[in-house]
């Protein structure tokens, strides 16, 4: 059984006693509000912090899809607790009767579950975002569970350790900034920067591993505690996410070595292709947030009032891997280049990124 497939009965039962008293959280910024007509279908879309760059996206990649069909569209966040994440799932669905089209990136895998069990008992449609468990499958949950999304960790957790290693000359020591312990991309993508690290042959090696919780002052502290701990035997820090990137980045200015200790990140944020830009981070992926919010709606959605019938499509457009873009030095002008005028989002374009069906590490 791999870490992914583990759930812990405790944790579970704690989960699911979690009551929905607590009222959804309402975002602090402009996104669309309005009573909800009788009957009218309650969009929703769940997610960690709005403090985090890629969920700010991904928060509005929602409110894009719901102006594009002129809904109104409630937004969680969890602040890290999956007991609120879950009972404002609850206190959502009992304020919509059940009417209900949610995307969530779930805090926790377990999470995941507990509020799959509970859109298909309310009758509303769910798409999962990043984290499940490996034995929870859209398609035992006839047309409630609509799909999975999430981008190939492995590959692209690989990817940034290799880009990383080039830009160090190929060998010396590395600290890696991990994700939560329990999370699937944290755990694919410690795998692919594991894969990179055998392939090395032991050119480079692992000083040490710490999670950061995807967080940014998190990964700060600890960034700053290994520069005192191992002083230049660090060539590169390989971080899970550019939240974490940025974190270890300030660390490094603080002591004049940006641009001198390269950093990998994943995620794309503004914030990390501005940093492969000037030199300090060798690379970060963007998954394009606005497109993975919006659709994990859209193909809800559209499921609910029978433009897809999900049951008939294929395993692939169920649990699937989206298609990433690796952001470099060798490639950042032509990928600033393309986000000055982006195309818009077709949201009718259910299975156009689809890059491969999901699979279990």
Known sequence: MTESTILRPSRRSLLKAAGGLAGAAALPMPFIRGARAAGQTQLAISLRSLTNPYHADFAKGGQNFAKSVGMPIEVLVTEGNSEKGIADV???????????????????????????EDITKAGGQVVTIWNKPADLHPWDFGNHYVAHILFDGVFYGKLMADTLFETMGGSGGIVGLGGIFSNVPAIERKAGMQQALDASGGKVKLLDFQVANWTAPEAFKITQAWMTRFGDQIKGIWAANDEMASGALEALRAEGLNGKIPVSGIDGTAVAVAAVKSGEMSGTVDWDPLWVGGMGLSIAYNTRIGKIDIEKEPHLHREFYGTGVPVTAKNIDKFLESKKNPAPIDFNDFWGRVQAQMRYI
């Open 90 to 116: 609850r206190a959502l669905i009992a304020k919509s009767n059940g009417n209900i089209v949610l995307c969530i990136d779930p805090n926790d895998s377990p999470d995941a579950r507990v509020i799959v």
